[in-house]
């Protein structure tokens, strides 16, 4: 009966003992965000020379989307960007990369874990917690990177597969150049006398990182060359909190002597787009249907002192650099050739090819 009485409360304790490991197991996996689903993270030195990839070893018909995410509130719309950007073909693999250090572990976890359930091509979908929150570490170089092309995006843009595939394309045939579907300009107020940022209706010179291709070496070009005037940059990005898009332009620019290329998009959808408003639905849509709340918040009247901080930041990098480098580019790369002429056709003037 001792025997028998042993080798039951033996058996008690194994079954305790195997409960209990499987429950601290279940709860390294929600305290763990990295590490436990598909994720890359930084080498030690990103900036080590022995991590500077060769060109030549990177794939040319790929390309590795980089999503920065930081808002909770997104995190439905980042899921649902990050597994579009997944199913495409061109793309090598898709790296979230967070950069809100309040974020919780557990929320991390359960990002980490539906974005790796979110990859429905051969893509992986991977979470990257950022060393910290400067919006200078979008542009880190990473070893998980194999591919000669990067594109930089945010996480409240959508954009169609067929328009991406056409920026793409483009950035195939100019891979020195930055590729993107929204720009801005810089430009010199002569009554002023100082570099500012605005809007040209008939040129550009700066790709936003709403969307932005651009070459993988240049990565390294921001975050680890230039000397200590390039360091100073990128302490202003983290001052203003701002920047870190015209910095990189500054970068290319001042590399490739060469303008951006504005690519036409069929459809993109810009939610964070200050131009939208919300309804009593919940819905978001424009302020008004004709347009006239749309051009009362245009860019030329809203946010002046987002683009007063911008203009400083233009300054500043022109100042430390001793020149500058930003190039203007003309027009935009569309995807198909239509028909020019215009026809009268059923008392209404259309294009010539569009009338069945």
Known sequence: ?????????????????????VLLYVCLLLTLPLGVFPLRTLPSDPCDPANEPDPRNLRPDQITVLINGYSESRIPLLQTIAATYSASALVSSVLVLWGNP???????????????????????????????????????????????????????????????????????SNPDNLIGF???????????????YTVHPDKYSIVLTKFMILKSQ????????????????RKIVDQM??????????????????????????????????????????KLRLK???GKSVRAVGLSSRRAEHRRRRGECIREFH????????RYSYGKVLNSVGEQGLCMKGGKLVFCDQYQ
């Open 102 to 172: 309040s974020t919780s572990s557990q929320t991390l976890a359960h990002l980490a874990h539906n974005l790796s359930l979110s990859s429905f091509g051969p893509a992986t979908i991977s979470l990257v917690r950022q060393p910290s929150s400067s919006l200078n570490d979008r542009f880190l170089p990473r070893s998980s990177i194999g591919t000669q092309a990067v594109l930089i995006c945010d996480d409240d843009v959508e954009v169609d597969p067929k328009s991406f595939d056409f920026a793409f394309r483009i950035w195939r």
């Open 241 to 282: 909190q701002n920047c870190e898009d015209i910095l990189m332009n500054f970068v290319v620019a001042d590399h490739a002597n060469k303008g951006p290329i504005l690519v036409g998009a069929e459809r993109v959808r810009d939610w964070g787009d200050a131009r939208n408003d919300d309804n009593d639905d919940g």
């Open 319 to 326: 100042k430390l650099l001793g020149r500058m480098p930003l």
């Open 182 to 196: 929204f720009v801005r300009s810089h430009d010199l107020d002569l009554s002023a006398r100082k570099w500012i």
């Open 288 to 290: 008004d249907e004709e």
């Open 1 to 21: 009966m001792n025997t028998c009485g042993e080798m039951k409360s033996l058996l008690k304790f194994h079954i305790i003992t195997s409960m209990v490991n």
């Open 218 to 233: 240049y990565l390294f070009e921001y975050s680890c060359k230039g000397g200590s005037n390039m360091s100073e940059m």
